[in-house]
């Protein structure tokens, strides 16, 4: 067998990226704008189970709107559903305003195109999430605003925190376009003014003569009629749904198994494959013998890959059996000595290298040089793998009419982009079928496993499934970036802090996926979290030294707000013992001129019994953090046993994401994003000998277990503001305030992560 030399997995996921352009305006999109929208019956092209109808003719109202017959109503969302409930708060948003029966709405995952492109995860890397390109604006001069600000890198991508976020005005306008047009359709057929009629509860009502139309009954007259271009939407003392914990619309397909997840998918005919990529970052393979599995049960062929091989076989399990017995040589290259160790010499060795400023306020040396005393903190945070419980997957099928893909994809342009140039036709001859997934974490965003389906479909002309083992996936992430950091603070004669320099060493994701956005400012999402922070410091420098490695790095859950938190909210505690302060009252008085994010520190203190005395060996901790729109205080309790067992009995958090849309979806994703990151803290670490990842299961990288998960109490204040992100805001807090209430506990400093394995500072 020949393995091909001309097909590189960072070239192919290079000029994927490079592929993905457009500018979006997601408003008033008429029938002949749209592309590639769903039509004919609704729930035909479903692949998640939650569009139950079928054979129901259906009227396309707009690019996320179809009207069935049978008064189904099916909203199409252009973002992934991993568990974070957007396949429920994003129909809200809509519906609220279409004034539908919510007991008739189905939701299907929509198809790529530039209508359901996200701007807002593009504005937040490059701005970091804190500068706003259209202050002031609302409805389509925002939408129109934050299009020129993301430019061609918009993309039809779920992350960021940004779903609710980037969809609760043009969802609203969008139910609020299609009502009026429904209202206008039933005014025509009355003869009358379409100020005589109101719409409720999927009925429109002609209320001085008693006639009424259901939506149904005119969906397709409202489809042939111009949207309306301005809409006013409802104020919020008119909301009916939002606000409310209705039923998820995910949920019963999953409780009863018919929710299709990427390894559900089946295709007439098809095969399965299993991937073995080079166990060095940068390595080839050299040699194959194929002839020694070729006659095994249910082989197929041997196949080569971007930087591997893949057995395909009749099942997943001859697959990786046969694989298993492959005789590989691999060509390790240059990376075969890379060890964790001489990674991070690397980084602090870095720290003493002027960095590039991120932020500045007042001037930071000056202060640190006439400070009664100065604290010197470094830090040090490993590599993370995303550790999905669904391991990578994706089902291609190449035939004469176009590309194929079943995908559970965070990133649906990605995905196009990447297989159209794995299968060598145009973006425009790739659909891709998006299913549910068994997690993301940022993961997904990445399309590595989209070039690997369809070259092996390609090369055998059937539709192929691809799925890696765990341990494949473990060693083949795009790593949460390793880190190293210093803080040097100045304080003054009574403890407060008047200087503040914070330098971070670590890898850049930008650099590999969005370039240019680096060229004028340091790499946002490396520095995010450690700009911006609420508190009163006039003194503050924040730089960044880029130290990339052959270890790929990627998007994991808060990105840069996973480790910076950890750093800034520890050393806050480090400031108030240095200043004989309570951790809860130094923070108190640096937010003195910011009541909002005070609000949420307080109730998290109060909700916990902050200063309430504990048993001996256990200890509470603190920790605050803004990201992705949101303000979370978590307070963790930690209890260490005498031959030094952690146990993590409670934690309480308390959030102000601004408006609420769906209140229990809120609570559950800060219960996990303070599990997820929990998990990290305490064990997770991904290291690296002889160029290979030493870890590759549970076993070596390990889950919390249901029995040592912490009660986790959550508060959520509805401070009327414009919504913030849930996904992501509640992992950042918990390092930080497991650290500082495991030295309440024992009076030792954790400076490095995992806390199992650091021992303290």
């Known amino acids: 067998m020949s393995i091909g030399r001309d097909l590189d997995r960072r070239q192919l996921l290079s000029g994927a990226a490079a592929g993905i352009a457009g500018l979006l305006l997601p408003f008033s999109l008429e029938p002949s704008a749209r592309a590639a929208i769903v039509s004919g019956t609704t729930g035909a092209t479903s692949t998640t189970g939650a569009a139950s109808a079928t054979g129901t003719a259906g009227s396309e109202i707009n690019a996320w709107l179809r009207i069935g017959t049978d008064e189904s109503i099916t909203i199409l969302i252009g973002r992934s559903e991993m568990g974070q409930g957007v396949y429920t708060a994003l129909p809200m948003l809509l519906a609220e305003e279409l004034e539908c029966d919510w007991r008739r709405v189905r939701v299907e995952a929509a198809p790529a195109a530039a209508a359901y492109r996200n701007l807002y995860v593009v504005k937040d890397m490059l701005t970091g999430g804190h500068a706003d390109p259209a202050p002031g604006l609302a409805g389509e001069m925002r939408d129109w605003a934050l299009s020129l600000a993301a430019g061609p890198f918009s993309q039809q991508v779920t992350g960021g925190s940004t779903s609710v976020r980037g969809g609760f005005e043009p969802l609203r306008r969008a139910g609020a376009q299609a009502r009026h047009r429904l209202i206008?359709?039933?005014?025509?057929?009355?003869?009358?003014?379409?100020?005589?009629?109101?719409?409720?509860?999927?009925?429109?009502?002609?209320?001085?003569?008693?006639?009424?139309?259901?939506?149904?009954?005119?969906?397709?007259?409202?489809?042939?009629?111009?949207?309306?271009?301005?809409?006013?939407?409802?104020?919020?003392?008119?909301?009916?749904?939002?606000?409310?914990?209705?039923?998820?619309?995910?949920?019963?397909?999953?409780?009863?198994?018919?929710?299709?997840?990427?390894?559900?998918?089946?295709?007439?005919?098809?095969?399965?494959?299993?991937?073995?990529?080079?166990?060095?970052?940068?390595?080839?393979?050299?040699?194959?013998?194929?002839?020694?599995?070729?006659?095994?049960?249910?082989?197929?062929?041997?196949?080569?890959?971007?930087?591997?091989?893949?057995?395909?076989?009749?099942?997943?399990?001859?697959?990786?059996?046969?694989?298993?017995?492959?005789?590989?040589?691999?060509?390790?290259?240059?990376?075969?000595?890379?060890?964790?160790?001489?990674?991070?010499?690397?980084?602090?060795?870095?720290?003493?290298?002027?960095?590039?400023?991120?932020?500045?306020?007042?001037?930071?040396?000056?202060?640190?040089?006439?400070?009664?005393?100065?604290?010197?903190?470094?830090?040090?945070?490993?590599?993370?793998?995303?550790?999905?419980?669904?391991?990578?997957?994706?089902?291609?099928?190449?035939?004469?009419?176009?590309?194929?893909?079943?995908?559970?994809?965070?990133?649906?342009?990605?995905?196009?982009?990447?297989?159209?140039?794995?299968?060598?036709?145009s973006a425009d001859r790739v659909r891709i079928h998006t299913t549910y997934l068994g997690g993301g974490f940022g993961r997904r965003a990445e399309s590595d496993m989209v070039t690997q389906a369809v070259v092996i479909a390609k090369a055998l002309g059937r539709p192929v499934q691809a799925i890696w083992s765990r341990e494949e996936d473990m060693r083949h992430d795009f790593y949460r970036p390793g880190t190293v950091q210093r803080l040097r603070i100045g304080l003054d004669a009574a403890g407060l802090p008047v200087a503040w320099h914070h330098r971070i060493v670590c890898p850049s994701i930008l650099d590999r996926i969005m370039a240019a956005a680096t060229w004028l400012k340091p790499d946002q999402t490396s520095v995010e979290g450690a700009v911006g922070l609420p508190y009163d410091l006039r003194n503050l420098t924040v730089d960044y030294v880029k130290r990339n490695t052959p270890v790929p790095v990627g998007f994991w859950r808060s990105v840069g707000h996973s480790h910076t938190a950890f750093v800034t909210e520890s050393a806050i505690d480090e400031v108030a013992a240095a200043g004989g302060r309570d951790p809860l009252a130094l923070r108190r008085l640096l937010l003195r001129g910011n009541p909002r994010v005070r609000a949420v520190l307080d109730l998290a203190a109060s909700e916990a019994g902050w200063g309430r005395p504990l048993p001996p060996g256990s200890g509470r901790g603190i920790a605050l953090h803004v990201s992705f729109g949101s303000i979370v205080a978590e307070v963790a309790e930690v209890a260490v046993a005498a031959d030094g067992t952690i146990r993590v009995p409670r934690v309480v958090c308390a959030i102000d994401c601004g408006t609420v849309i769906h209140p229990d979806i809120v609570v559950a994703q800060m219960q996990s994003g303070i599990l997820f990151g929990l998990t990290a803290a305490l064990a997770g670490e991904i290291t690296l000998a002889k160029g290979r990842i030493e870890q590759g299961n549970f076993d070596d990288y390990p889950m919390l277990h249901l029995a040592e998960s912490p009660q986790i109490a959550v508060h959520v204040i509805e401070s009327g503001e414009r919504p913030g992100g849930v996904g992501e805001p509640g992992t950042p807090p918990i390092a930080p305030a497991l650290a500082n209430a495991f030295y309440a506990a024992t009076g030792k400093r954790i400076r490095r992560l995992p806390l199992m394995r650091a021992g303290g500072a």
């Open 184 to 425: 206008a359709a039933a005014a025509r057929n009355w003869g009358v003014s379409p100020a005589e009629c109101l719409a409720r509860a999927g009925l429109v009502h002609h209320e001085a003569s008693g006639w009424s139309l259901s939506y149904g009954a005119l969906a397709a007259a409202a489809a042939d009629l111009p949207s309306p271009g301005s809409v006013v939407l409802k104020p919020p003392g008119a909301w009916r749904l939002l606000g409310t914990a209705v039923p998820r619309l995910d949920l019963p397909a999953k409780v009863t198994g018919e929710a299709i997840f990427g390894i559900d998918v089946r295709r007439p005919g098809m095969l399965f494959a299993a991937i073995m990529a080079s166990p060095v970052f940068g390595g080839r393979v050299k040699s194959v013998d194929a002839a020694k599995v070729q006659s095994l049960p249910g082989v197929v062929a041997v196949v080569a890959i971007p930087d591997g091989v893949a057995v395909v076989a009749d099942s997943t399990f001859r697959a990786s059996r046969a694989l298993a017995a492959l005789p590989v040589v691999w060509d390790e290259g240059a990376n075969a000595g890379l060890d964790t160790a001489q990674i991070f010499e690397g980084f602090r060795q870095a720290l003493s290298e002027e960095g590039r400023i991120a932020e500045r306020r007042g001037d930071a040396a000056a202060a640190l040089a006439g400070a009664a005393r100065q604290l010197t903190l470094d830090y040090e945070l490993p590599f993370l793998a995303h550790a999905t419980m669904e391991p990578m997957n994706c089902t291609a099928e190449v035939g004469p009419d176009g590309v194929d893909v079943w995908a559970p994809t965070q990133a649906q342009d990605g995905a196009r982009a990447a297989a159209a140039t794995a299968a060598g036709v």
